[in-house]
């Protein structure tokens, strides 16, 4: 395993309790993320990116260990945090912060801008007031923010400077990791590009690493170094940028492509309309390809077994779960 992962998540498996039973008798659940490994370098962007329910947030909040996973191991920069016991992962928890969508609802409202941004340091610890005080004013200016604002309270911000304070938040504690969940989805258009050159930027002077979750292959394209293209908890493609732009492969990549308008004449949350058909039930196993039952291209055996996510023949690193993806290349 590579020093210069910020992340490496083997194997990932999350389930939730549901309603009722199944035949057996058995508490019924819902497999949301199934079997899913995914790594990002230091200093780099993965994006991961998927219709609404596809399982993006419940991936990354496991990574973050909001909630709990059912299998696989989460390994931020060679700690196993996975493993760690409460009082450990108290400690750890300052390595992963979280940028949220909603920079109206994420912000406590009682609390002025500066203490927004103080709070993790305080979880943390570790830092004396005036030591505090110091990172604050940093990150103030970082993101672009006037020194006289920390006084004021969320409400007294737009959108867009809201999520500016977001994201000082997640920088305080010098987070191995970032997760960035649909982090403009929320805001207007014209504020949206603003955010993501602010992210950029920020990832330039301070060599952040990224997981960037967003439904918008135009976001995606210029923010992440690699893509994962999730659907129905499993990733379909998983390739860099360059590899996935120039050929996306899977079907399902080619139907969010087709549907997703791009950045700039701004993709708003819901993305256009996709090809039909019925959406698995993730509450039963899977027999076959989740995207069977909308592919165009679905054949005989399609629905037989999974696929699993294998190296595209010529490249190194371009994977992608498809039983045709042999007779799409001869074609
Ligand atoms: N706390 C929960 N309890 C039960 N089911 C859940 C819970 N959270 C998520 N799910 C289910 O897990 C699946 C994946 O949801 P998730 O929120 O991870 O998708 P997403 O890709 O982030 O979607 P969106 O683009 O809408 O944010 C969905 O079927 C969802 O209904
Ligand atoms: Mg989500």
């Known amino acids: 395993m590579s020093a210069q992962l910020a992340l490496d998540v083997r194997n990932l498996s999350v389930s939730f309790p549901m309603r009722g039973r199944d035949a057996d008798g058995r508490r019924r659940r819902l497999l949301a993320v199934d079997d899913v490994s995914f790594s990002v370098a230091r200093g780099k962007t993965l994006g991961i990116v998927g219709e609404s329910g596809s399982g993006k947030t419940t991936a990354a909040m496991a990574v973050a260990r909001l909630v709990p996973k059912m299998a696989g191991s989460i390994i931020i920069d060679g700690t196993d945090f996975g493993a760690l016991d409460t009082e450990a992962l108290r400690r750890a928890r300052q390595r992963v912060q979280i940028i949220f969508q909603d920079p109206y609802s994420s912000l406590n409202p009682r609390l002025r801008a500066a203490d927004i941004v103080r709070e993790p340091l305080i979880y943390a610890g570790a830092t004396s007031r005036t030591e505090q005080d110091r990172i604050i004013d940093e990150l103030f200016e970082a993101v672009g923010l006037r020194p006289e604002q920390k006084a004021l309270f969320p409400h007294q911000f737009s959108g867009g400077q809201r999520q500016r304070i977001g994201i000082a938040r997640a920088l305080s504690t ?158």
């Not at 330039?204 to 960037?212: D, H, R, V």
């Not at 292959?217 to 293209?229: K, R, S, W, Y």
């Not at 005989?300 to 999974?306: H, I, K, P, T, Y």
Request: with cysteine; glycine share 6%.
């Open 174 to 331: 010098r987070p191995s990791l970032i997760i960035c969940d649909e982090p403009v989805s929320a805001l207007d258009v014209a504020v949206q590009a603003q955010i993501l050159n602010l992210l950029k930027s920020l990832q330039a002077q301070f060599g952040l690493t990224y997981l960037f979750i967003s439904h918008d292959l135009g976001v995606v394209q210029h923010m992440c170094d690699d893509i994962a293209v999730m659907y129905m908890g499993q990733f379909m493609e998983y390739a860099n940028r360059e590899s996935f732009f120039a050929a996306p492969r899977h079907p399902y990549s080619e139907a969010l492509l087709d549907a997703v308008p791009t950045i700039e004449v701004g993709a708003q949350a819901t993305g256009g309309k996709l090809v039909d058909g019925a959406i698995p039930d993730l509450t039963k196993p899977q027999t076959g390809c989740r995207f069977a039952s909308r592919c165009p291209h679905v054949a005989a055996g399609c629905e037989d077994s999974v696929p699993l996510l294998d190296v595209w023949p010529g490249t190194s690193d371009h994977q992608l779960a498809c039983y045709r993806a042999a007779e799409f290349a001869a074609s």
